[in-house]
C-alpha cells in the first residue's frame, strides 16, 4: 500500500493506492495551521503496510520536513518528492521554467489528461482549483498545457478588502446571491462571483479555439461554492491533485 500526500497552503491531503490494481482509497484532510495537525497523526498511527509514500506540496517548508520525519518514524519510508516537469505522462507545460509552475498545477494537469485519455472523444479542460489560491489551467487535448491564472481565494479576497478598507468585518448570511442590499452579503457574493465569472470566461475562450466544447473540473475546498454560483456543466473532483500523484505512484 502507498501513501500519497498533498501539502497545501492550508490543508494536507491524502490518500491510500493500492499498488495491486491502483485503486484510492482512505482519502482525508486536515487543515494544518503551519504544524501536522493531531487529528491527521491519529489517522496515520493507524495505517499499516506501507511500502512507499509520494508526496507533493506547495505548503511551508516546516510542514514538508514535519511529514518527513514522521513518514520515516511511523512508515520506515522518506517521502519521494514529486517536482513540476517540462513533460511527463503525456502532459506538456506551458512554462518556460516548469519549477515555477506550482506541482499541485502540475498534478492537476496529469489527472485532468488521464481523464481526458479515458473518453471516446478527448476534449480540452479547463482546471479550476478553489483554495486558498484560486489557479486556472488550460489544457488541449492533445496534453499540451496552454497556461493559466491565479487569483486570490474566496476567503483571501474577502480578508484583503477588509484589512486594505475601513468596512466593518459582517458575517454573512447567504453569499449565493446575484447581488446584495447588504454590505458583507455584497462582499461575500462578489468573492464567488467574481471567480466564477472568470471560469465562465476562459471556458467560452477555450471552448472558441477547440472543437469541441472543454471538459470543466473542479476542486479544492471552494469547489462546491463556485460549481452552485455557475450555469456551467462542471466535474467536482476533491483528490484531482492526489489522482495526479497516483500517476508517479504507479512508476
Known amino acids: 500500500m502507498q501513501l500519497l500526500i498533498d501539502i497545501g497552503n492550508s490543508s494536507v491531503k491524502w490518500a491510500l493506492r493500492s499498488a495491486a490494481d491502483g485503486g484510492l482509497s482512505g482519502f482525508g484532510a486536515a487543515l494544518h495551521g503551519g504544524a501536522l495537525p493531531l487529528d491527521l497523526l491519529a489517522v496515520w498511527d493507524a495505517l499499516s503496510g506501507i511500502t512507499e509514500v509520494i508526496a507533493a506540496?506547495?505548503?511551508?517548508?516546516?510542514?514538508?520536513?514535519?511529514?518527513?520525519?514522521?513518514?520515516?518514524?511511523?512508515?520506515?519510508?522518506?517521502?519521494?518528492?514529486?517536482?513540476?516537469?517540462?513533460?511527463?505522462?503525456?502532459?506538456?507545460?506551458?512554462?518556460?521554467?516548469?519549477?515555477?509552475?506550482?506541482?499541485?498545477?502540475?498534478?492537476?494537469?496529469?489527472?485532468?489528461?488521464?481523464?481526458?485519455?479515458?473518453?471516446?472523444?478527448?476534449?480540452?479542460?479547463?482546471?479550476?482549483?478553489?483554495?486558498?489560491?484560486?489557479?486556472?489551467?488550460?489544457?488541449?487535448a492533445d496534453g499540451q498545457h496552454l497556461g493559466g491564472l491565479i487569483l486570490p481565494g474566496v476567503r483571501m479576497m474577502r480578508d484583503s478588502l477588509l484589512t486594505g478598507t475601513q468596512i466593518p468585518r459582517y458575517e454573512p448570511t447567504n453569499t449565493n446571491l446575484n447581488w446584495a442590499t447588504d454590505t458583507g452579503e455584497a462582499i461575500a457574493a462578489a468573492s464567488i462571483q467574481a471567480p466564477a465569472a472568470l471560469t465562465e470566461r476562459l471556458h467560452q475562450r477555450l471552448a472558441e479555439q477547440s472543437d469541441r466544447a472543454p471538459r470543466l473540473l473542479l476542486t479544492g475546498g471552494d469547489a462546491e461554492r463556485l460549481a452552485a454560483t455557475m450555469s456551467l456543466q462542471a466535474e467536482q473532483i476533491p483528490d484531482l491533485v492526489l489522482q495526479g500523484l497516483a500517476a508517479f505512484a504507479a512508476d
Open 57 to 140: 506540496g506547495v505548503g511551508p517548508q516546516p510542514v514538508k520536513d514535519a511529514v518527513t520525519q514522521v513518514c520515516a518514524a511511523r512508515f520506515g519510508w522518506t517521502p519521494r518528492w514529486v517536482a513540476a516537469q517540462a513533460e511527463s505522462h503525456g502532459v506538456r507545460i506551458a512554462y518556460a521554467v516548469p519549477e515555477r509552475l506550482g506541482v499541485d498545477r502540475f498534478l492537476a494537469l496529469i489527472a485532468a489528461h488521464r481523464l481526458a485519455q479515458a473518453e471516446a472523444g478527448r476534449s480540452a479542460t479547463l482546471i479550476v482549483d478553489a483554495g486558498t489560491a484560486i489557479t486556472y489551467d488550460l489544457l488541449a
